[in-house]
């Protein structure tokens, strides 16, 4: 008898982080669904629903649309959706830009981390995308970390809460990664600096950070826990 597929459902799956994350997911033997707000992907086989993250009732249709749609509850949950501002000192910083990074960044992962605690099936997992700024201090950069250090600090207590139904919740903190949102706004000078905090004196590549993503939805990730994986080239 043929096993039947895992279901992944990757919010925010649409570019960067979260387009390789569906593909590295797919290839991992799941059938994948994922969410956007301005554009999905070219055509593929994975499924794609529009949703606001800040909207719970559309967080909340994109699993019941899941189900729907593959015939059985999502086994493997991604939250990535989430924004950058222009960075700033926080004594200058633009209060309407925090409030955009809380509504986003914190109540849409909220949003997102609560609707999967109701809903993924027994024994599966669920995993968060934050930073490896929540480590390390970069001038500019504490209103977006501290955004996701809330995030971690929601897994954290999720992984103790959620365990005895056998569901893992982890957190994936990449450091610099070649993606729109770490290009926009920068100089070759201020990516050139980025890529010098790591040893390997280059920044990551989204499917890198993917890879750890996949990892944490596989049967060979089934002792990790509550943790914060960084995949940052030895940047902290």
């Known amino acids: 008898m043929t096993q039947k597929k895992k279901i992944a459902l990757v919010f925010g799956g649409s570019r960067g982080i979260g387009a390789a994350c569906v593909q590295a997911l797919a290839e991992g033997g799941f059938d994948v669904a994922y969410t956007y707000v301005a554009s999905p992907l070219p055509a593929g086989a994975a499924r794609a629903y529009r949703v606001d993250v800040e909207e719970p009732e559309q967080v909340a249709q994109a699993f019941a649309d899941a189900a729907r749609d593959?015939?059985?509850?999502?086994?493997c949950v991604v939250a990535n959706a989430g924004i950058g501002v222009p960075p700033g000192p926080v004594a200058q910083f633009d209060p309407a830009s925090f409030r955009k990074l809380v509504e986003v960044n914190i109540v849409g992962a909220f949003n997102v981390l609560r609707e999967a605690g109701q809903r993924v099936a027994d024994g599966g997992s669920i995993i968060a995308i934050t930073t490896s700024m929540v480590r390390h201090a970069t001038p500019g950069f504490g209103p977006y970390a501290g955004s996701k250090a809330a995030v971690e600090c929601l897994v954290r207590s999720m992984a103790k809460e959620i365990?005895?139904?056998?569901?893992?919740?982890?957190?994936?903190?990449?450091g610099p990664v070649d993606t729109d949102l770490f290009r926009a706004g920068k100089t070759e000078e201020a990516k050139q600096r980025s890529a010098a905090l790591s040893p390997f004196n280059r920044i990551g590549t989204p499917k890198e950070v993917a890879a750890v993503v996949g990892f944490l939805a596989s049967e060979n990730a089934s002792w990790v826990h509550?943790?914060?994986?960084?995949?940052?080239?030895?940047w902290v």
């Open 226 to 234: 509550g943790q914060v994986v960084q995949p940052n080239g030895g």
């Open 163 to 174: 365990a005895p139904r056998g569901v893992r919740v982890n957190a994936v903190a990449p």
């Open 70 to 75: 593959f015939g059985a509850p999502v086994d």
